[in-house]
């Protein structure tokens, strides 16, 4: 194990914990949300920008940064923290997911996936090792073990034979990957939404030993009764002074009750894809800034955020910049979204030190199913009607 990459327990609320996860690029507080990096960069935003979100980890992933510009380039300009001037920690994906989800011509076998790139056509192979070496060049302080994402749905038969391979990826990733003070190797759980093969795939990796532990599969499909009901056994089985990742989620409320259930660490491309399209995360649930009901509207996104976006506009502009196709607009909307993850993690972790987690949870539950407060009338049609 890495000796200087440890998690710290702060506080307990029910199955929730408040913690700090020590890297060598700095401490992540927990639970924490991880806006994602894909190719190098959090698209629309600086890293400054960012930064000023409140966010002190992201991600990024090994299936894009092998493509482009290419593992061996980005080590030769100084790894991922001066390719993208991020000097905190950084976690990256495997890029097994991503050979699943966006390439065709896979031939997947006990040794690797080999595949064509969506970028150019070029065909690659991808092993366990070859990942491990791939996240070594990247200079990431958490390395994800290269892994099959199981399709969903999935019979028993399909996710265990899928969950095995993973298992056996594992230890072949464990064995790769090269042990330095601050950084860390997490394994992830798979076995679809099966209790039994879950259980023997935290078996699996425990019995190998990570410095963490993702809980892969879910927010594929299943929806959110059966994703709590699979952390509900899953997150147990899983070490208590390890931190716990659940990859790909999610949703504000998604994100809540995992929480509730002893997790420490998310990830999404929710709220940045969300931001480009015009999709705002406020405290009173999503809205729609394209729609004509904000074109008058002086009141910010969100009237208890800080960000530049509310801080400084009114609704009405950011209404005409997406209406007018002006880039701003995504980079505004992205900015907003982001510092609302932050603040919502900022609040579990607050209300968890405080013993207060199952009042503050109910309170964003009950401002969320309010709904968005519609503007008064707008003035200039009323004049309108008036003549």
């Given at each position: 194990m890495s000796s200087a990459f440890r998690f710290e327990t702060l506080a307990r609320d029910g199955g929730a914990r408040r913690g700090r996860v020590l890297t060598a690029h700095g401490p992540v507080e927990t639970p924490a949300f991880m806006p994602v990096g894909t190719a190098g960069t959090v698209k629309a935003m600086t890293a400054d920008a960012v930064r000023a979100t409140g966010a002190r980890i992201i991600l990024g992933n090994t299936y894009h940064l092998m493509l482009r510009p290419g593992a061996e380039r980005v080590a030769q300009l100084g790894g991922l923290h001066r390719f993208a001037d991020w000097p905190g920690p950084i976690l990256t994906d495997s890029g097994g997911f991503q050979v699943m989800s966006l390439t065709d011509l896979r031939k997947l076998n006990e040794d690797g996936v080999t595949f064509r790139s969506h970028v150019d056509g070029s065909y690659h192979h991808l092993t366990p090792e070859r990942s491990m070496q791939i996240q070594d060049q990247l200079d990431a302080d958490i390395t994800m073990c290269f892994d099959e994402c199981t399709p969903f749905p999935a019979t028993h038969e399909q996710a265990a034979d899928s969950m095995r391979l993973s298992m056996r990826w594992a230890a072949r990733c464990r064995t790769a990957f090269r042990d330095r003070p601050g950084y860390g190797l997490f394994g992830i759980v798979q076995g679809g939404v099966h209790e039994d093969l879950r259980a023997e795939s935290a078996a699996a990796l425990t019995g190998i030993g990570f410095d963490g532990y993702a809980i892969g599969g879910l927010a594929v499909g299943e929806g959110q009764e059966e994703m709590f009901r699979v952390l509900d056994f899953t997150a147990p089985m899983l070490p208590d002074d390890r931190p716990r990742y659940l990859m790909g989620v999610g949703r504000p409320l998604d994100i809540v009750g995992a929480v509730r259930r002893?997790?420490?660490?998310?990830?999404?491309?929710?709220?940045?894809?969300?931001?480009?399209?015009?999709?705002?995360?406020?405290?009173?649930?999503?809205?729609?800034?394209?729609?004509?009901?904000?074109?008058?509207?002086?009141?910010?996104?969100?009237?208890?955020?800080?960000?530049?976006?509310?801080?400084?506009?009114?609704?009405?502009?950011?209404?005409?910049?997406?209406?007018?196709?002006?880039?701003?607009?995504?980079?505004?909307?992205?900015?907003?979204?982001?510092?609302?993850?932050?603040?919502?993690?900022?609040?579990?972790?607050?209300a968890i030190e405080a013993g207060g987690l199952e009042a503050h949870a109910a309170a964003l539950e009950a401002a969320m199913a309010q709904g968005d407060i519609e503007a008064r009338p707008d003035p200039l049609a009323t004049k309108e009607t008036k003549r």
């Open positions: 002893g997790v420490d660490m998310f990830d999404c491309v929710m709220p940045t894809r969300s931001g480009r399209t015009g999709q705002a995360f406020t405290r009173r649930g999503t809205l729609n800034i394209r729609n004509a009901r904000h074109a008058h509207d002086e009141r910010p996104l969100d009237e208890d955020c800080g960000c530049p976006a509310c801080a400084r506009h009114a609704r009405g502009y950011l209404h005409h910049l997406f209406r007018a196709n002006e880039m701003l607009g995504p980079m505004l909307l992205t900015w907003h979204n982001l510092h609302y993850y932050q603040d919502l993690m900022a609040g579990l972790r607050a």
